[in-house]
């Protein structure tokens, strides 16, 4: 029992950690937050005292979140209310477009130390409203219920309109630690030269202009980007996060039957959350390098943070693809980190001050500038598709804070626009913009269709090119009015933790793959 009772408390105080400042926006790309349901109580802000125990209400608006301790007092006040709520009737569910709950990280984090012990089996409303969304559910296996024939919801839709890559190109995937796509906008917070290089390369490639991150942290945005697929489990003993217990089907299984030799390179440590074995042992990587094995000095360079500093992870990078001499086409993955908290800050912008977040990345700009102007000289450039992207968007850090106080209007921390630019072999497509509302589960699927892949898979994204337009919402003006009002009432506790019950049921056990899953393209 007291091991529950700590585990529990632990759980709590994580998730509060996570939460401070970044509950309102995480339903950046599906439209709309959970609250506008059937009932109406998205207006009903601020009545929870009247309602007592069998409603929890909140309102949190842009200047509370840009205030951390008036944000941790509210998400206490949350905490303490979601908690005693009663629940009368556990099997009055009323129906939640899967969409929109994701939408809600006041469920995501404090539903979740509650729900999935158990299979939870969706009914056919549900099922049809996941499907108005994009996703099938329970089309192929009942015991995997996430499992398609197809990475097409409707396989007419797939269209020739779309940059072509041969099987058979390298590709290189560069995910920047918490890169929102405002710091790339120097038009708009006015410090000249802060990311040149990531914007050099933009001009020089195409661009995927409305993508929003669909997860984080780091983990869970890489999981989002290489194997299309949500995951919400967060769990842990002491102050150690378990490994990740099931496996997904990430684009390097896939590349792999191609004989595609697979490589991630990260500056942060091989052992977090079992990472290493994760990518070598569950998803197809040849090789896995990440703090530990990028210099002989790490204990000197990871004094500070959680791994090396950027310029040691892309000297190591160029010097690795120098050395390759293989005759297999290449699927790199890469990591960067100097822009997460505690930051690594390598040089210092004049026009950053002491803000350590704003020099950090500055500092990865200029690592990456380093391998971007290797890369256009190098054997590389002709052959090889180059996407850089974020594995999510800035955290709410006190640095993050501190600056956007200066333009409220831009405030979206933990979910936002995030770069994603796409340089073809040769350049081909230089300065092309693709404006179709996304995110960045939509990567994996959106690599296959140009590639001419199909496949049963997992997937909760689609292409970009094929049919995310008939999904998308656009996401309007979202820097206006940023805020959160809302209630939930036992029915919407007991439909917010069926839905979280269904997605966690299949982390636990493992259901995203059948066991006996392989990979089986067709054309």
Request: aromatic share 12%; proline share 4%.
């Amino acid at each position: 029992m007291k091991l529950k009772l700590s585990l529990l408390i632990l759980g709590l105080n994580f998730a509060v950690v996570l939460v401070v400042g970044g509950i309102v926006y995480s339903s950046v790309w599906m439209g709309k937050i959970i609250f506008r349901g059937n009932t109406g109580v998205g207006e009903q802000a601020g009545g929870g005292e009247r309602q007592g125990e069998s409603t929890v209400s909140f309102e949190l608006d842009k200047k509370t979140l840009l205030d951390r301790d008036k944000t941790m007092s509210k998400v206490d006040e949350m905490k303490e209310k979601i908690f005693k709520i009663r629940n009368d009737d556990p099997n009055s569910y009323t129906r939640l477009p899967e969409s929109e709950f994701l939408g809600s990280l006041f469920a995501y984090f404090f539903l979740s130390r509650i729900a999935g012990g158990k299979e939870v089996v969706l009914d056919e409303e549900m099922i049809k409203e996941f499907r108005n969304k994009g996703t099938l559910l329970y089309s192929m296996d009942k015991q995997y219920p996430l499992m398609k024939r197809s990475i097409y919801i409707d396989r007419s839709r797939k269209t020739p309109n779309k940059p072509v890559v041969r099987p058979g190109t390298n590709i290189i995937m560069i995910f920047v630690e918490s890169l929102s796509d405002f710091f790339l906008r120097e038009e708009i917070h006015g410090i000249k030269g802060l990311t040149p290089n990531f914007r050099d390369m933009e001009r020089e490639s195409f661009r995927f202009s409305n993508m929003y991150n669909a997860s984080f942290p780091t983990l869970k945005g890489l999981i989002a980007s290489l194997g299309s697929c949500i995951y919400l489990l967060d769990e842990s003993i002491g102050s150690t996060r378990i490994p990740v217990p099931c496996r997904f089907l990430f684009i390097s299984d896939i590349l792999k039957t191609l004989d595609y030799t697979t490589i991630h390179i990260q500056a942060g440590s091989e052992r977090f959350i079992g990472m290493k074995d994760i990518f070598t042992k569950r998803q197809s990587y040849d090789y896995f390098y990440g703090a530990e094995s990028l210099t002989i000095d790490n204990i000197t360079s990871m004094k500070r943070g959680f791994g090396v500093d950027d310029d040691t992870l892309f000297d190591y990078i160029i010097g690795w693809l120098e050395k390759y001499q293989g005759s297999r086409p290449l699927f790199l993955t890469i990591s960067t980190i100097n822009s997460h908290p505690p930051f690594k800050v390598k040089s210092r912008h004049p026009g950053a001050g002491d803000n350590d977040m704003l020099n950090a990345l500055y500092s990865t700009d200029r690592a990456f500038g380093k391998f971007w102007n290797y890369f256009k000289k190098s054997k590389y450039a002709n052959n090889t598709l180059l996407l850089v992207t974020a594995d999510h968007a800035m955290g709410n850090n006190k640095e993050y804070i501190k600056f956007m106080k200066h333009f409220e209007d831009h405030y979206r921390p933990f979910f936002d626009v995030i770069p994603c630019f796409l340089h073809f072999p040769g350049g081909a497509l230089k300065g092309v913009r693709n404006d179709t509302s996304c995110n960045n589960l939509d990567i994996t699927p959106t690599v296959l269709d140009m590639m001419n892949i199909d496949l049963p898979n997992p997937f909760m994204g689609l292409s970009i090119f094929s049919e995310r337009p008939f999904y998308s919402k656009k996401g309007g003006d979202l820097g206006k009015g940023l805020e959160l009002k809302g209630s939930y009432d036992q029915k919407q506790i007991a439909k917010a933790k069926k839905l979280i019950g269904f997605y966690i049921n299949l982390y636990r056990q493992d259901r995203i793959l059948p066991k006996d899953f392989q990979v089986k393209l067709y054309r």
